[in-house]
């Protein structure tokens, strides 16, 4: 019987155990957090659990009065104050380490179900290919104790970990990274987030809609500077109505405690105070310490390990998947990689992982969807494609929820009409861009997407209108 063994437990691990198992391997899991790794116990879950009371708070915030909701409350007019609800961050911390650690508790059981064996330690590869094409794997259990095992296959699958500026420690009570955010029992006073990619703005925003006073300090021009700059300049436009002071141009140099309180100096001088802070400045992959370089696994400057479109490393037999690899952060591409890995050494049917037909969604509030090429790839000519942009303000569903901020956009190839890209800033994007994703992937055209029905009214029913007006523009050029 083939013998797999997978280093790691997050997406791109335990769904790498489950198509091995069930493809007939015998599968060996070595993981040292509990399964699902990063992604269900300190990063995904936990974060969108938590980004889910935020999204709650803030629809009833900003829309309750248009709406025609009346509140009941006991206390004097006076002495209400300026916020309709409240929370008690430390019951929504709480729910949080909850559903992180049943679901971690479920994926276990999926894998053992299939016929894997989870092995708790830490593993590492020892030395080069075998004479018989094997490898070894070293599994250092907390004790010390040590396990060796024999795979014909292995998958590195490690994930990465909060990467942390030397003079900007995290303390876990007053500086914190984002895995110690749900050790806080009380809302932040005065939360100033460093970092405005994915992460920060994310957190930022979270923070903003659960009551904190949030000053998001971003090194560069805009925050999200790596998504569509419409999107972004939406967001940006949003965090700052809401009261967020964000803080362009302006790069943290170190972050230091002051009694009960935070100083965060930035690099041209500037010192701003807050109760807490929070550091969102990229992440390491973990791939130290695990015998790559003797193995002959290639590893890049930045610590990632190198992968072809099939996941395979520069070892033979060695496979690597998720956020060590550097490909793409997302728990889906993780868990793709995974798969294809198995598929591949298994000699299944499998196509390479194509990134182009991957979605993304930015969990702030408006969400923000992207699929395919963007608006960087056309305004850099790496692809001839025309887009359309549609507010949703014209939208009769989002006029009826009170939604006032956000946009769908299309690109598609200028003779065919076929649809390459996509861009939904809107309440639950997430969910709105799978039709877009489904026409990247299929190569549909606009005509196609236009002459589906959709819901009357329905947020849905914007992605339909841009269709068409792209359909017409295109038809017109003809």
Request: hydrophobic share 40%; glycine share 12%; with cysteine.
């Amino acid at each position: 019987m083939t013998r797999i063994v997978i280093i790691g437990g997050g997406p791109g691990g335990y769904e790498a155990a489950l198509v091995g198992s069930q493809l007939g391997a015998e599968v060996t899991v070595v993981d040292c957090d509990g399964l699902g790794g990063a992604s269900v116990l300190t990063d995904c879950v936990p974060s969108k659990t938590l980004i889910a009371t935020a999204e709650v708070m803030t629809t009833f915030d900003s829309s309750y009065e248009e709406l025609g909701i009346l509140v009941a409350d006991d206390t004097p007019p006076e002495e209400q104050t300026a916020r309709v609800v409240g929370v008690d961050l430390g019951k929504v911390n709480r729910r949080v380490k909850r559903l992180a650690l049943a679901q971690s508790h479920d994926i276990a059981a999926s894998v053992t179900r299939a016929g894997a064996r989870v092995v708790r330690g830490r593993g590492r590869l020892e030395g080069q290919q075998a004479m018989d094409g094997s490898r070894t794997v070293v599994v250092t259990a907390a004790d010390g104790t040590e396990e060796r095992l024999t795979a014909d296959a292995v998958l590195i699958a490690t994930g990465g970990h909060p990467r942390e500026i030397p003079d900007a420690q995290p303390d876990g009570e007053r500086i914190l990274n984002w895995t110690q955010v749900y050790d806080l029992d009380e809302l932040p006073e005065e939360l100033i987030v460093v970092g405005s990619g994915v992460t920060g703005a994310e957190f930022a925003g979270a923070y903003q809609a659960l009551g904190s006073r949030v000053t998001l300090v971003s090194s560069r021009d805009r925050v999200l500077p790596g998504e569509d700059p419409d999107a972004a300049a939406v967001l940006e436009d949003v965090f700052r109505r809401r009261g967020m002071n964000v803080m362009a141009r302006s790069r943290a140099a170190s972050a230091k405690r002051v009694g009960d309180r935070v100083e965060v100096t930035l690099a041209d001088g500037r010192v701003i105070s807050g109760s807490h802070c929070l550091m969102a400045v990229g992440a390491v992959p973990n791939s130290a310490g695990m015998g790559l370089e003797e193995a002959g696994v290639k590893v890049k400057d930045s610590g990632h390990i190198w992968t072809d479109r099939v996941s395979r490393t520069s070892a033979p037999g060695v496979y690597a998947a998720g956020d060590v690899t550097g490909v793409f952060a997302l728990a889906s591409v993780a868990a793709m990689q995974g798969r294809i890995a198995m598929y591949h050494f298994l000699g299944d049917a499998v196509a390479p992982l194509d990134l182009k037909t991957v979605s993304s969604n930015v969990f702030t509030d408006p969400e923000i969807a992207t699929v395919g090429y963007t608006q960087a790839d056309v305004d850099a000519g790496r692809i001839d494609a025309r887009g359309v942009k549609l507010p949703l303000l014209r939208n009769p569903r989002a006029k009826m929820q009170g939604i006032r901020d956000g946009f769908v956009k299309l690109f598609c190839r200028p003779g065919t009409g076929i649809v390459v890209g996509g861009v939904v800033v809107a309440p639950r994007a997430s969910e709105l861009i799978h039709p877009i994703s489904i026409a990247v992937d299929n190569s549909l055209t606009v005509e196609q997407i236009a002459k589906a029905f959709t819901v009357y009214p329905s947020l849905s029913g914007s992605l339909a209108e841009v269709a068409r007006q792209l359909h017409t523009r295109k038809t017109g050029d003809n």
